[in-house]
């Protein structure tokens, strides 16, 4: 794994990725089709469905969920990011892209039949983040949560070996990372089993692997909070450190694989 992409998450990292939507957008890679089938049809997503969803970045999963026809109200804190959302979603009439931070957005009297956030929940206040969801929900709707890890995959001598650079480059990798196979990820849901406020827990994964070039897979870095909060000498040396390596030993690409598990719980009342 990169080992800079699972540092901290303080409000500070946060706010990078506002700092450039356009490359965030062009860069961050979709979810797997299978995970998007399965989101649909577990938040019976269609015309009707009210859906939230918090933190869309630049709308990758919105568009998506989107085709179903349902309607979205998704609650997006980075105005730039909020903008290429807008933008993506423009054809999509019963989208509404909110600039606000789900923490202290106001909630509409009427609940949703749904909330839903890929790859951002751990962004969110841990003190709020469960106990609003459950606020924004009726009775017996869904919260549908992605987590996405980076895992054992793909062109796997790479990933050993560019922790050389991260090493060089960042004093406080540990020594010898390793990306970890998807069997052996041990999912988190206590927060969720442990809520009086939702039942029935489940979780599945679904698998990709994207294969990029070069500059595509260091766009894709400088998408991550923690390379780009490097200081600007360090990341400079990184990145260059590892596009000599994709060239040089690897011709150029490099596949990288993805877990993404998919997390609902259903909201306790009736």
Not at 77 to 88: E, F, I, K, T
Not at 114 to 125: E, K, L, N, P, S
Not at 200 to 213: F, K, L, N, P, W
Request: glycine residues 8%; proline residues 7%; charged residues 25%.
């Amino acid at each position: 794994m990169e080992a800079l992409e699972f540092m901290g998450t303080g409000p500070e990292l946060r706010d990078t990725f506002d700092k450039d939507a356009e490359r965030y957008q062009r860069a961050r890679p979709g979810y797997p089709p299978a995970l998007i089938e399965e989101l649909s049809r577990v938040t019976g997503a269609g015309p009707g469905v009210r859906v939230l969803e918090i933190a869309p970045g630049t709308g990758q999963l919105t568009v998506d969920l989107a085709r179903s026809g349902c309607g979205i109200t998704a609650v997006e804190l980075g105005p730039s990011l909020a903008a290429v959302a807008r933008r993506q979603l423009a054809a999509f009439p019963a989208v509404d892209v909110v600039t606000a931070g789900f923490e202290r957005w106001e909630l509409p009297p009427e609940p949703f039949d749904a909330v839903v956030c890929a790859t951002a929940f751990h962004w969110i206040d841990p003190a709020v983040r469960v106990p609003r969801a459950a606020r924004a929900l009726r009775p017996g709707g869904l919260l549908a949560v992605v987590v996405t890890h980076h895992v054992a995959g793909g062109t796997e001598d790479f990933f050993a070996d560019v922790q050389e650079c991260y090493e060089r480059w960042d004093p406080a990798t540990p020594p010898g990372l390793r990306q970890t196979p998807e069997s052996e990820i041990a999912t988190d849901t206590a927060e969720f089993t442990g809520s009086p406020y939702f039942t029935d827990v489940t979780v599945h994964g679904h698998a990709q692997e994207i294969t990029y070039t070069t500059d595509t897979y260091l766009d894709v870095l400088l998408t991550y909070s923690n390379h780009r909060a490097l200081p600007e000498a360090a990341r400079k040396g990184l990145l260059a450190g590892i596009r000599e390596l994709i060239d040089s030993r690897y011709g150029g690409t490099v596949t990288k694989r993805y877990w993404h598990e998919l997390i609902t719980a259903v909201r306790v009342g009736v």
